[in-house]
């Protein structure tokens, strides 16, 4: 359909066009991944200079028209900057983490509303002067991920019985995302990555936390985890997207 249309976006990326104008690439609620040209943009009195910056939440008006790579852009109102965010280099990261990620994976991808509303959410709560968990947020945001990407984590019973678990610890199976129990041959190998009672706990705890109560969330048995969370969570990822997850945001935790 063609026409005028809005929409909450966050923005990813954007670069300088010709002299004057922005090419932006947007994750939105309703349209999910959207290239846009703000003509103008980095004239003085443009309505969208210094908003269509990356990690903004905006609402965008563009001129709509399928057939077209790149939609026009008519109208911009910044949401939020996410101030507290850019003010600390691991908040930051993990923004920038986020970002990267929705460029990776989301531009083919159909429209996901609810895990657009979730993405804000995750990021106001993050937006605090006070300092927090930041790695317990990538691990929240990886694990809301493989589920709207549709392969989510099945953590409350052995992938092959189906039955919960009697023995600890329990060996992930990173690749299917879940673990086999004993009874099943999970424990024959000391090769693999093991969890603890209170890790599995945790990891379930976590999985279906709100992000609003991601500061007091106690990460201490899964922070005694290794491999890191993050780094379970993106090989699990990586066996389905198919897409190098390399993440250069990433690194900057390291
Ligand atoms: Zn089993």
Redesign the pocket.
Known sequence: MSGIVKTEALVLTAYKWRDSSKIVHLFSADHGYLKIIAKGAFRPKSPFRGVLESLNHVELIFSQKPSRGLQLATGVTLLNSFFHIRDDLEKTALGFTVLEIFQKLFPVHEPVAEFFQYTVDLLSALNRKETLPVNLFLWHFLLQLSDTLGFGWQLES?L??R?SPEAFPLRLDLQNGGY??R??G?GESSQGVWLTRPQWESLQALAVADSADLPGFDAGPLAQLRPDPADILLRHLRYHTETPLELKSLKWYM
Request: glycine share 12%; charged share 20%; net charge positive.
């Open positions: 052995c092959k019985c039955r086999t129990c009874n099943c999970g």
